[in-house]
């Protein structure tokens, strides 16, 4: 079985319009609640592994994922195939994932990240909030197998969020 946790980076800032889009950095509360979700997470689940966009909100983002949930921040793999993506790519970078890790972190981008849990989840969410976490499972052995498989969400969870985040 694998299993997969969508990560939208935390809020960034917007407070300097000179800045790249792929540079925009975390603000206040994208540091706050990126801290607050990776604890939620740490709490339910054992990270083996994070990818993450080269772009710096998410790096950021995964970078206190990792602190949090003891992962090795050397470890963080970047994809460039994360950033200004579409299905296509990230499908590409699930089915490259190596198998000696069971569960991985992948720090992304909306709209695409939305549109990837939709269809490899069936989730349903109209748009991810900032900061938000779908857990995916696949009943597959290999990530291969698993990027041509449906899978099953077993985890939604974002920062404002009240009920519980499991759904299984």
């Not at 935390?10 to 000179?18: I, L, M, N, R």
């Not at 990776?38 to 790096?59: D, E, F, N």
């Not at 939709?118 to 698993?146: D, Q, Y």
Request: charged fraction near 25%.
């Amino acid at each position: 079985m694998k299993t997969i946790y969508l990560v939208r980076h935390a809020k960034s800032s917007w407070g300097v319009s000179s800045i790249a889009d792929i540079d925009r950095p975390l603000n206040e509360r994208g540091y706050t609640d990126a801290y607050e979700m990776a604890k939620r997470l740490q709490k339910k689940s054992i990270i083996a592994h994070i990818v993450s966009s080269p772009a710096t909100r998410a790096i950021s983002t995964a970078l206190i994922f990792a602190r949090v949930c003891n992962v090795d921040v050397k470890k963080i793999d970047i994809c460039d195939l994360l950033y200004e993506s579409d299905t296509k790519r990230y499908t590409s970078v699930l089915s490259a994932l190596s198998d000696e890790h069971s569960t991985v972190l992948l720090f992304g981008h909306n709209p695409i990240i939305t549109e990837f849990a939709n269809f490899f989840g069936g989730c349903g969410i109209e748009s991810m909030p900032t900061c938000g976490i779908v857990g995916i499972e696949f009943n597959e052995i290999s990530w291969k197998s698993a990027g041509s498989a449906k899978g099953k969400m077993v985890r939604y969870d974002f920062p404002k969020n009240t009920t519980l985040p499991f759904v299984k």
